[in-house]
Structure formats: C-alpha cells, structure tokens
C-alpha cells in the first residue's frame, strides 16, 4: 500500500539526519542531534563520586535531567526521563566506574515529532563524546501506526497528530556492535528498550518492529560515519 507523506518520504524513509559532537565546553561530552526539525542538546557530566540515593554503589549510577524547549516538565518528560535512563544503564557498563554517578542533560531545542528516539540518538552520541564505557552504541526509531493499519516511520509532529499508536523502539547499534550470542540469537537483533502508546494488535506491534529494525542500517552507518570522524566534528545525512 503507497502512502502519501507531505512531505514526499516513503513510509520507511527517515527524515535528513545531522549530528555534531564536542559543541559544549564545560560538560565531560556533548552532541546534538537532529532529525528532520526535531533537535535535540545532550550534555554528560561525570562520571563523579558518589551514587544518588537507593543506587547499588557498586555499579555506576546515571540520572537523566528532561528540559523541556520552554516551560515546566510535565508527565511525559518524566517518562522520557526515566525511558532514557534506563536505556542508558543498559548499553553502558556499570561496573567499571563503580559508586560514581553521570548525569545526562538532555535539552529540547526544537520538536517536530519523534522526540524521544532523537534524545536517546543524542544521549549515545554524547556519551561516546565524554568516553563512557559502552557495551555497545544503540540506535533509536519512532513507529506510528494509522487507521488502516500501515506503519510509518519517523513521524513529523502533524504526522503524530493522526497515528492512532506509538512504538519507540531502541535497538543496537548492528555496524558496531561486536557481541555475544544469547541463547543462539546474536544480541544486535534484540530490542534494547520498547514502549508502546494506544492501542495496536500483536501483529502490528512486530510489524513496527520489523520496519524499525530494518531502519536501522541506515541509522548505523550514520552513526560509524560521524564517530569515524575527528572530536568535533560534524556528519549530515538526507
């Protein structure tokens, strides 16, 4: 089924994709990251002594700080918030900076849809910058579906507007991902984090995940295309 987009993309094509690291001073890491016009700041500070109250200190511990373009932080921003932490603590090694604790800023400059995998694209990108420990770099996607059923890939904020479900689907990074298998299946065709919103059938669910993953590819040599580069600069993609 052919899909209209106004803004002439496939159903599976990405918006132009722009990411430059090293951008901030006075943070460990930086790098912003964009998406079409959705763009997103994310800063790291750390690692540093000492863990946050009810953390294991003997792993690492990070905390995510959402600030919203203008305004106060809502409900949703708490959920990105704890969404993205616990991203974070899965693709990061927590056992080699024990009882310190990172912070991650992540600051929305502009959102036109598909916020949340931008800020986590952002949030790995600007922990490479600051050389955390990484099992392994992941690449995030938005999959909304329509009324009738087709998916589409990387909605602009009209676009979100008439989707009926969500899926922001974060998966490894499968250029650089140099893993074990689990249990036969080799981990960069897992999910690293998956969260729903509204109301899709089972089938639709791994219809998304399938278009997502297949989004990845493109998603990860952009990734290998900008890291390849030299501290500072910057990789732009459409």
């Known amino acids: 089924m052919e899909i209209d987009r106004e803004d002439g993309r496939t159903p599976n094509q990405l918006r132009p994709l722009a990411?430059?690291?090293?951008?901030?001073?006075r943070p460990h890491g930086s790098a912003s990251w964009s998406q079409g016009d959705t763009k997103v700041l994310a800063a790291v500070y750390g690692p540093k002594s000492g863990t946050r109250k009810n953390e294991n200190p003997e792993k690492a511990c990070?905390?995510?700080?959402?600030?919203?373009?203008?305004?106060?932080?809502?409900?949703?921003?708490?959920?990105?918030?704890?969404?993205?932490?616990?991203t974070i603590q899965s693709i990061c090694v927590l056992t080699v900076n024990p009882n310190t604790t990172t912070s991650v800023i992540i600051q929305v400059v502009h959102d036109d849809g598909s916020l949340l995998p931008c800020?986590?694209?952002?949030?790995?990108?600007?922990?490479?910058?600051?050389?955390?420990?990484?099992?392994?770099?992941?690449?995030a996607v938005c999959c909304c579906l329509a009324d009738s059923g087709y998916v589409v890939l990387d909605p602009n904020k009209l676009e979100e507007k008439k989707m009926t479900a969500f899926a922001y689907l974060v998966f490894p990074n499968t250029t650089l991902s140099v893993l074990p298998e689990v249990e036969g299946e080799p981990v960069e065709h897992g999910i690293i984090t998956?969260?729903?919103?509204?109301?899709?059938?089972?089938?639709?669910?791994?219809?998304?995940?399938?278009?997502?993953?297949?989004?990845?590819?493109?998603?990860?040599a952009f990734f290998r295309k900008n890291f390849q580069q030299s501290q500072g600069a910057s990789s732009k993609a459409g």
């Open 19 to 25: 990411c430059s690291r090293n951008i901030l001073h």
């Open 62 to 86: 990070f905390e995510v700080i959402w600030k919203p373009k203008s305004g106060q932080i809502g409900k949703a921003e708490k959920e990105f918030e704890m969404i993205l932490k616990k």
């Open 119 to 139: 800020a986590i694209n952002a949030a790995c990108a600007a922990l490479v910058d600051a050389g955390i420990p990484m099992k392994h770099l992941a690449v």
């Open 194 to 220: 998956s969260v729903t919103h509204g109301v899709m059938s089972v089938d639709d669910y791994f219809l998304c995940v399938e278009n997502g993953r297949a989004a990845t590819a493109s998603l990860s």
